[in-house]
């Protein structure tokens, strides 16, 4: 599905995509922080709540600070926010300690794969335990915590070569992993197993953000130019951006409406406006008012 096409004099359809834009947990974080912040001068954040610069700033003038994970040893008698990506453990038993009060905004997908994690650890504490996911991602660091740190993260194949294919394996991935990539992962681990060790793997995968990667090559596949919105930092920004590049040659990553160039805009009737699961709605929205304005300019 596709947002109502927008059009203006010149005849030029700017069409913003449905399907980008914040994901349910990121939705529900921000949610709990706005309520927060109602009644509340500060709040603190225990890492950037989306990885959104527009967005984070907007949530700080509203009195939302972010922290880390040193500072939150030093503050005490504080309400917390712990964001979509998830915790481990440790988290939660400091702030016990420092008597801070703690707004879980953890999504709920990643909390069952928590205790999915920690249940296998814990079954079997002789097996390898392996995620498939970004080393030193926030997610991914929640999950190595259900595991004391013993789990093993793997990026890709590469690093599937340092496992050990005589003992038995319990593959996770993070939520946010692609599908393809994790079946890869999947097949290349059952080449390599020695009997009698086994490989036992879960599909952990989030289809909601899954599913993008099918519906912005769809969307993207449709305009004369496609505007990607998202952050450097976003690493579901980095797949999503790629995935439209496969599919269209004239896409640009912009960060905000500032960054739409007249340049962009020359000899095109249709233009898509997507984004990552950590773009708002309101940004995309920014852009398309900012492509009109550079329109007229063009056609003065």
């Given at each position: ?145 259900q595991t004391r740190g013993k789990a093993v993260v793997v990026e890709n194949e590469q690093d ?44 952990t995968i989030c289809r909601q953000v899954a599913n993008r990667v099918v519906r912005i090559r ?7 130019l496609v505007l990607f919105v998202g952050d450097k930092k976003s690493s579901n920004g980095k ?62």
């Amino acid at each position: 599905m596709m947002k109502k096409d927008l059009q203006n004099k010149n005849n030029v359809v700017v069409t913003i995509d449905e399907n980008s834009g914040f994901c349910f947990g990121v939705v529900n974080a921000i949610s709990k922080a706005e309520e927060s912040l109602h009644s509340e001068d500060n709040l603190y954040c225990l890492g950037d709540i989306v990885h959104n610069s527009q967005e984070q700033e907007r949530l700080s003038q509203l009195g939302l600070r972010v922290i880390t994970h040193k500072d939150l040893t030093t503050i005490h008698n504080a309400k917390i926010l712990l964001r979509a990506h998830g915790e481990p453990p440790e988290t939660y038993r400091i702030a016990q300690e420092n008597a801070n009060f703690i707004i879980d905004a953890s999504c709920p997908v990643v909390l069952r794969l928590q205790k999915k994690i920690k249940q296998a650890f814990e079954s079997n504490p002789d097996a390898q335990i392996v995620i498939y996911g970004k080393i030193g991602h926030a997610e991914v660091n929640g999950l190595v915590g259900q595991t004391r740190g013993k789990a093993v993260v793997v990026e890709n194949e590469q690093d599937a070569e340092k496992l050990d294919f005589t003992k038995d394996i319990v593959l996770f991935s993070q939520t946010t992993k692609s599908l393809e990539g994790f079946n890869k992962l999947i097949q290349f681990i059952k080449e390599r197993m020695q009997k009698p060790a086994s490989l036992v793997y879960y599909d952990t995968i989030c289809r909601q953000v899954a599913n993008r990667v099918v519906r912005i090559r769809r969307f993207a596949s449709n305009f004369d130019l496609v505007l990607f919105v998202g952050d450097k930092k976003s690493s579901n920004g980095k797949v999503l951006f790629e995935e439209c590049c496969k599919v269209n040659n004239n896409v640009h990553f912009i960060s905000s409406a500032q960054d739409v160039d007249k340049s962009f805009l020359k000899n095109v009737k249709t233009i898509g406006i997507c984004g990552a699961t950590s773009t708002p709605k309101w940004l995309m929205e920014d852009v398309a008012k900012e492509i009109y304005l550079k329109m007229e300019d063009l056609n003065k």
